[in-house]
Nanobody, 119 residues
């Protein structure tokens, strides 16, 4: 399976970020997997943003839930992330990840996409 993130590299404060993770080699509706978004700000550790399951059920980081939406595009086999009310603290490398829901393992990662929030 391959995961490829895409989206704008530079966004302005207060705008909404929209990222797409295109999945190949597997269907996002397979019932053994969650599809997860994580991010890594410069000089910091990974932060879990949220996930979507094969049924479309979502679960978000409580600290980000008011600004986050994850959805599926089954016709294009893709996962989308929207993050609103951006601030410079949202600057990070954003990754999409496949999680095996039988054991919790993150078994496939996208390369990540750099997002910079700046005016």
């Amino acid at each position: 399976v391959q995961l490829q993130e895409s989206g704008p590299g530079l966004v302005k404060p207060s705008q909404t970020l929209s990222l797409t993770c295109t999945v190949s080699g597997d269907s996002i509706t397979m019932n053994n997997y969650y599809w997860v978004w994580v991010r890594q700000p410069p000089g910091k550790g990974l932060e879990w943003i949220g996930r979507i399951g094969y049924s479309g059920y979502t679960y978000y980081n409580p600290s980000l839930v008011s600004r986050t939406s994850i959805s599926r595009d089954t016709s294009n086999n893709a996962i989308t992330l929207q993050l609103s009310s951006l601030t410079p603290e949202d600057t990070a490398v954003y990754h999409c990840v496949r999680e095996d829901n039988r054991n919790g393992w993150y078994d496939s990662w996208g390369h990540g996409t750099q997002v910079t929030v700046s005016s």
